[in-house]
């Protein structure tokens, strides 16, 4: 089976517990029940997470190299995908 991909969190602080009542409830109520559902969204997001990882990379490396032109090309492209990332776009 390999190495694990989860482990045991420790939600007791405020905001992981309120992000954690939030899925839950948005799950709950858009029905997500069954483990491929959930799985499917967590690829989603593993996909977008590693898309910006690696804009913002680029981003840092930019800033670092001041390349005003290609500094706010990148810093719409993050924009644009966080905007994605939260469904407001």
Same mark, same amino acid.
């Given at each position: 089976? *390999?190495?694990?991909?989860?482990?045991?969190?420790?939600?007791? +602080? %405020?905001?992981?517990?309120?992000?954690?009542? %939030?899925?839950? @409830?948005?799950?709950? *109520? #858009? *029905?997500?029940?069954?483990? +491929?559902?959930?799985?499917?969204?967590?690829?989603?997001? %593993?996909?977008?997470?590693?898309?910006?990882?690696?804009?913002?990379?680029?981003?840092?490396?930019?800033?670092? *190299?001041?390349?005003? #032109?290609?500094?706010?090309? #990148?810093? &719409? @492209?993050?924009?644009?995908?966080?905007?994605?990332? &939260?469904? #407001?776009?």
């Amino acid at each position: 089976m *390999g190495a694990k991909h989860y482990a045991a969190r420790d939600i007791t +602080s %405020d905001e992981l517990m309120q992000r954690y009542m %939030d899925h839950v @409830d948005a799950m709950t *109520g #858009e *029905g997500l029940h069954s483990k +491929s559902d959930i799985a499917a969204e967590l690829a989603y997001r %593993d996909a977008l997470i590693n898309e910006l990882s690696e804009k913002l990379a680029k981003y840092v490396a930019l800033v670092e *190299g001041d390349s005003s #032109e290609d500094f706010l090309y #990148e810093f &719409r @492209d993050i924009k644009s995908l966080l905007l994605k990332a &939260r469904g #407001e776009q």
